[in-house]
Nanobody, 123 residues
Framework: QLQLVESGGGLVQPGGSLRLSCAAS????????IAWFRQAPGKERETVSC????????NYADSVKGRFTISRDNAKNTVYLQMNSLKPEDTAVYYC????????????????WGQGTQVTVSS
């Protein structure tokens, strides 16, 4: 069974950091592009970041550029999202998703999704 499992979410104060992990089971992550999306209450799911299968290419939403870093360890079958300088507006459920070939900002083009992990930024 192909699965993605996110972890690392939690409650953090503004200015703090968290590292999210997206672990794959049942398939080799090496062949897949991985994206992070997030969904805040009452809002649509939005793209946060994406990384190519090799890790050589990354992109970020303007709202997180310079604060978030996406990376992957194919040997561990895991993708990470390092989130620094967190703001209250980063509060959301964060999801990782997988697809082949190239990054896409469209949810419907990702065939595999994790269950999500809650990130809350509050004092």
């Amino acid at each position: 069974q192909l699965q993605l499992v996110e972890s690392g979410g939690g409650l953090v104060q503004p200015g703090g950091s968290l590292r999210l992990s997206c672990a794959a089971s049942g398939f080799t992550l090496h062949y897949y592009v991985i994206a992070w999306f997030r969904q805040a209450p009452g809002k649509e799911r939005e793209t946060v970041s994406c990384i190519s299968s090799s890790g050589g290419s990354t992109n970020y939403a303007d709202s997180v550029k310079g604060r978030f870093t996406i990376s992957r360890d194919n040997a561990k079958n895991t993708v990470y999202l390092q989130m620094n300088s967190l703001k209250p507006e980063d509060t959301a459920v964060y999801y990782c998703a997988a697809r082949k070939y190239t990054c896409s900002g469209y949810m419907g083009e990702y065939g595999y999704w994790g269950q999500g992990t809650q990130v809350t930024v509050s004092s």
